[in-house]
């Protein structure tokens, strides 16, 4: 009983350590010529498959084509007939550097 005790806990730890560095929930704020408005991420990072939601005050919706090269990412959602493609780096352990055709933003992560 011991040792099974002991199995489950190091599978546990190996787990929690394996998380990848991208998951979680972020926040930034994008400049745009109507004002400022607050952006908020959810990623989920599964292998090489990059997956989540993106949320403002004009709603939210999923992220589409979402990849992930090492500390690289890249994705793209569409919100009003419009498809917006993105690629980001993570810089720091809670931030992460985004840009696409209009510009670069940087999204912290909510702890």
């Given at each position: 009983?011991?040792?099974?005790?002991?199995?489950?806990?190091?599978?546990?730890?190996?787990?929690?350590?394996?998380?990848?560095?991208i998951d979680g929930k972020w926040?930034?704020?994008?400049?745009?010529?109507?004002?400022?408005?607050?952006?908020?991420?959810?990623?989920?990072?599964?292998?090489?498959?990059?997956?989540?939601?993106?949320?403002?005050?004009?709603?939210?919706?999923?992220?589409?084509?979402?990849?992930?090269?090492?500390?690289?990412?890249?994705?793209?959602?569409?919100?009003?007939?419009?498809?917006?493609?993105?690629?980001?780096?993570?810089?720091?352990?809670?931030e992460i550097l985004l840009k696409?055709?209009?510009?670069?933003?940087?999204?912290?992560?909510?702890?």
């Open positions: 009983m011991k040792h099974l005790l002991t199995f489950a806990f190091v599978i546990v730890c190996l787990t929690a350590c394996a998380q990848n560095p926040k930034g704020t994008r400049d745009t010529p109507n004002g400022n408005f607050e952006i908020t991420y959810t990623f989920k990072v599964e292998g090489n498959v990059l997956t989540g939601i993106w949320k403002s005050e004009f709603g939210e919706t999923k992220l589409e084509n979402g990849k992930v090269d090492g500390k690289k990412i890249s994705y793209s959602f569409s919100i009003n007939d419009m498809t917006i493609n993105y690629t980001g780096e993570l810089v720091k352990e809670d696409n055709e209009r510009g670069d933003m940087t999204i912290t992560r909510v702890k």
